[in-house]
């Protein structure tokens, strides 16, 4: 009996002891150390970024380390390197122009363009000094004229001593430096080219801009389109009407995420037609949506001043029969005439035109033209079923009014395409498909009869980054190929038409991103993984380093304490697959210590919210750990499409719960592995489809996961868009005796489970969330409530889906979450004490 006794009392001094241990605090100065402000004053270039010249093999590009912005200029040809200008000598001469000191540390160079022959260049420089705008200037001396007319005080303009006083701006200098002389020219009377307006969609040659005006086409010519940029509702414009039947929800262009007020306003200005040209400018094509049947949606602005506005916009839900109607029209420029391509070929289709390739060389033309994947005669499309278990690849001449299928692609999953590549005007072309399981590429005649494979084997291949037609080689990008990698990291490789010769160029177990120049003989290569610095260098077609360019500056990081995260590789919950993950310490990380650990997630099934390169986005990762958790991120079976079909298509079917038993396996291996890793503290976070699957994970594992921070989640799909939940989960396609077709959607959804909630779960949306529809987490706080669950729910006034200004509270709002349900820390001030020390406090 005494020793019963005697046990009994050693037991409950334990429990007195633990309840007498103080909460561990977690590190909010860490944390507030690597705010995205702080980072960005540590952290600056991280790749290279070639803006390649027209005219030869050369490129510039601007980085940026602790010692400033240094502009270059690189012959690839003659593998020379050198910069751009002498900084210091540039921001002497600059500064006696100006008359406003710069420095070699301190050159704010904007809009820098290679113009003439490519060996002078044109930049801008903002000054101090405030000058009158032009076009207020002139509002106010007319307004002046009239009061003067009208026996005004003495012909002086109220309030302006000597006349009318204009808003002013702070005035630009124009600067033109030859290269080659070095000489620096300001060009006094220079007047800049207005910017192009949203509107325009221009022709080739510049000398048409389309649009769309009150749902219908029109045109004007160039002349007019300069009076346009000047003043929008110039009286004297002449506009060309092309087309009369456009109206509301089925116009021949436009936009959305207007509030209706803003909507009613705008209805008369001018719009985006979103146009295709041939390359000779003789005709354009555009994608028309009937959107009528579709049905509305809300959000209602609580904040907006100076009363709450509602917006109206369509969206259609899964399973609903209401769809957009999608219909293709081609225009002959000449005779203004348009016809409707017929292309009818599944219920409720989506069709899209691919557009061209956009050149290298072209990327700071500020005012090319969107061009239509094809010829002068003909061009190419894809159409697409509703269930996505069916695609043709069609072309389109513009001498026929149907689309003829090339290429059939066909699944008992969803289907999924890329741009085809072109060989000799279509002569050839190259299919990207995951026909065999794998994504490879085809090659098909230009009647669509297949030819060969060129590649092939248990590896992904993504993007179509040149190809080189004279000597039938194509360059493309993918991953999961060489052994002994994570199968995530991009490579880039050249092989022939015919599958042989295939070469890897970029070696090395990096993640690699590439600029390739047009006439395929250059790459701009930046290798990284998320434990190294980033390197660029540039290479040619034959894998070989032509000149190393630049290393990330990191020193910044390491000086305020930042340590790399870890990579892992773990099994799925099968036993078998390999997941990929990185793990993410508090820099005063001590192993003799017992961490929480916080998942955060991403469900895919089009992207895993797992880094592979290195980066600045640290928010959710880096600098949650350093409040004192464990952070990791892994990928789960159904999540990224860059791995097998089977992979990809593991969650079809079961969109609610198919990632979850890969998240839980994850921790637990790790568990195993570290003792640092306390396995009863175990939260998850994610936003998006990571707020919907970490709410799931609190109710299908609720003994597992403890805490959860949900953001954003769209926590009942069968009410978040038809694209997405059709194609990821899966649509009925059923037709009637009578030939009627329509589409059964089911899914399972987070409220259904509420009453499983035993942890903690903070829940949040953005009131006008027009992407997850707020009622997604009202719902489900709608259900927890009912079942008689406590539950925090946070709304964001004023917010869309990415919780824009208010992105930074949220974070600290989370921290806070995490800190008291798994570390026991819950003494927080009411102010936001680490958001109100990056604030100039003014007043």
């Not at 103080?22 to 944390?31: C, D, E, I, R």
């Not at 210590?593 to 880094?611: D, F, H, L, R």
């Not at 903070?762 to 406590?790: E, F, Q």
């Not at 819950?826 to 020390?837: C, H, L």
Request: with cysteine.
């Amino acid at each position: 009996m005494r020793k019963v006794l005697l046990l009994g009392f050693v037991f409950s001094a334990l429990i007195t002891q633990a309840q007498n241990t103080p909460p561990v605090k977690a590190n909010y100065a860490l944390a507030a150390r690597f705010s995205p402000n702080k980072v960005n004053k540590m952290l600056f270039s991280t790749s290279v970024d070639p803006h390649w010249l027209k005219n030869s093999d050369r490129f510039w590009y601007v980085y940026e380390t602790r010692q400033g912005k240094l502009w270059y200029i690189v012959d690839a040809a003659r593998k020379v390197k050198k910069p751009l200008f002498d900084n210091a000598k540039l921001a002497a001469e600059i500064t006696r122009i100006v008359r406003d000191p710069f420095d070699a540390q301190h050159l704010p160079i904007q809009n820098l363009k290679f113009i003439k022959d490519e060996n002078t260049i044109s930049f801008e420089i903002r000054s101090t000094q405030d000058v009158v705008k032009k076009d207020t200037a002139a509002k106010k001396d007319t307004a002046a004229t009239t009061a003067r007319g009208r026996g005004g005080a003495g012909g002086r303009g109220a309030g302006a001593p000597g006349g009318a006083a204009g808003a002013t701006e702070k005035k630009i200098f124009y600067f033109e430096y030859n290269l080659n002389s070095g000489v620096l020219t300001e060009l006094k009377d220079y007047e800049k080219p207005k910017d192009r307006t949203m509107w325009a969609s221009f022709s080739p040659d510049r000398k048409t801009i389309l649009y769309a005006k009150n749902n219908n086409l029109y045109w004007m010519d160039s002349a007019n389109y300069a009076k346009a940029q000047v003043k929008d509702d110039d009286s004297t414009i002449v506009e060309h009407q092309i087309t009369t039947d456009g109206e509301e929800e089925y116009s021949y262009g436009g936009g959305g995420g207007e509030n209706n007020v803003d909507k009613e306003k705008n209805k008369n200005k001018r719009k985006r037609a979103f146009v295709q040209w041939s390359p000779d400018g003789k005709y354009f094509v555009l994608t028309r949506s009937d959107n009528r049947l579709v049905k509305d949606l809300w959000v209602l602005n609580n904040v907006s001043e100076p009363r709450p506005t509602l917006e109206t916009y369509k969206y259609q839900m899964p399973g609903e029969k209401e769809a957009p109607i999608r219909e293709l029209y081609l225009f002959d420029f000449a005779t203004k005439k348009g016809k409707k391509i017929r292309i009818n070929a599944f219920k409720d289709q989506e069709v899209s035109v691919w557009s061209k390739p956009p050149l290298q060389k072209e990327r700071d033309d500020e005012f090319r033209a969107s061009f239509w994947h094809g010829t002068n005669d003909k061009f190419y499309i894809s159409r697409t079923s509703r269930d996505l278990k069916r695609i043709d690849v069609c072309v389109v001449d513009v001498k026929s009014d149907t689309a003829v299928t090339l290429i059939e692609e066909r699944l008992n999953t969803y289907v999924e395409n890329r741009r085809i590549g072109l060989v000799n005007g279509g002569k050839e072309l190259i299919q990207w498909s995951e026909a065999d399981g794998w994504a490879h590429f085809y090659l098909y005649d230009e009647k669509g009869k297949l030819k060969n494979q060129i590649t092939s084997g248990p590896f992904h291949c993504e993007d179509i980054e040149s190809i080189d037609e004279k000597n039938r080689v194509l360059y493309f990008t993918a991953n999961g190929r060489e052994a002994g990698e994570d199968p995530y990291y991009l490579h880039l490789y050249r092989v022939n038409f015919d599958g042989s010769g295939l070469q890897l160029l970029n070696k090395g177990n990096f993640d690699h991103s590439v600029s390739m120049d047009d006439n395929s003989r250059f790459f701009v290569n930046t290798s990284s993984r998320v434990n190294t610095a980033p390197e660029s260098a540039l290479m040619d077609n034959t894998g070989k380093v032509v000149l190393p360019l630049e290393k990330t500056d990191m020193s910044g990081l390491f000086e305020a304490g930042y340590k790399f995260p870890e990579p892992f590789v773990v099994k799925a919950d099968d036993g078998i697959t390999d997941l990929y993950g990185v793990m993410y310490k508090p820099f005063d990380f001590d192993s003799t210590k017992s961490y929480p650990i916080i998942e955060y997630v991403y469900p895919g099934p089009q992207t895993e919210a797992v880094n592979k390169a290195f980066g600045k986005g640290m928010d959710r990762i880096d600098r949650l750990a350093q409040l004192g958790f464990i952070v990791i991120t892994v990928g789960n079976r159904g999540g990224h499409p860059s791995r097998s079909k089977w992979y990809h298509n593991y969650g079809y079917g079961n969109l609610r719960d198919y990632g979850l038993a890969d998240k839980k396996a994850a921790i637990e291996q790790l568990g195993y592995r570290h003792k640092f890793i306390d396995v009863n503290r175990v939260g998850i976070h994610g936003h998006s489809g990571g707020g919907f699957m970490s709410t799931a994970a609190m109710l299908v594992y609720p003994d597992f996961f403890k805490v959860a921070v949900s953001s954003a989640g769209n926590h009942e799909n069968n009410i978040y868009n038809r694209w997405w939940s059709e194609k990821h989960h899966g649509v009925l396609e059923k037709v009637s005796d009578k030939g009627d077709t329509s589409f059964v959607y089911n899914i399972e959804r987070n409220p259904a489970l509420a009453k499983n909630l035993k942890g903690h779960l903070m829940l949040s949306t953005g009131d006008i969330d027009n992407n997850v529809h707020p009622a997604n987490t009202i719902r489900m706080a709608n259900a927890l409530i009912k079942a008689n669950k406590r539950f925090e729910l946070v709304l964001l006034p004023g917010q869309r889906h990415g919780y824009g200004p208010m992105t930074e509270y949220f974070f600290w709002k989370g921290c806070d979450y995490f800190a008291a349900h798994l570390l026991g820390d819950t003494e927080r001030p009411v102010d936001m004490e680490e958001m109100n020390r990056e604030v100039e406090q003014s007043k």
